[in-house]
């Protein structure tokens, strides 16, 4: 019955990517039709953190945008890149900072310069005093030392596409910090220390995203649309299997993932 279904906000969608080029209307479509009512689409750099913003524009009340420079980039960081995303940032549909951080898995960017660039962007938020969305990558410990230099202004911020330990889940907890989770946790070939640490997130911080187009849930009976592209329509699934790990109530769990997200992006 239409009236029981579930409500969603998927906090992370990279749908500014070309493989939504030709069909972004029909995905929003589907994730409406999957009760997946709102969609933060996340900003990796400047020019889709613009078309972030365009897309919050032409889905009013559907889509929403975060700006940041992710660090896989973090080497073009500049004033101007500063600026840039502080004006975006006055937008009213532009609801976070990021996505932004450290990936030392990939290195793209050297260190340094990701911790440049994380930093920089750490205080556009908390000059701005807008939330964060934050990505870490095997680089949990800088990140967490970076996290306690500014723990004191920090506004509110989630690390977003969360795989990791135990441990970190308790780290992340001592800042308050907010937990995104994906379909990675319907991975059976490398979920297994995540199914674990799922259930130490405590149910007021934990928030659900897909990181569409990437990270399709492998354990899905139908087939998506396009080829291994994950969608925003996917996100109930995904919620059954954090209930299922976390050994919650999925009503329950999509329930607070909908109102922790709601009240942290304003939304
Ligand atoms: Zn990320």
Redesign the pocket.
Known sequence: MITDMNQYIDIGVNLTGSSFKKDVSAVIERAQQAGVKKLVVTGTDVQHSEQAMLLAEQFDGICYATAGL?PHHASDYSADTGSELRDMLQQEKVLAVG?CGLDFNRNFSPRKEQIRAFEAQLEIAIDLQKPLFL?QRDAHDDFVSILRSCCDQLPRAVA??FTGTIEEVNDYVIFDLYIGVTGWICDERRAQTLQQAVKHIPLDRLMLETDAPYLLPRDLTEKPPEKNRNEPCYLPHIAEAVAHYMQVDVDCLSESAYENSREFFGL
């Open positions: 992710h996505e990505h977003h596409c």
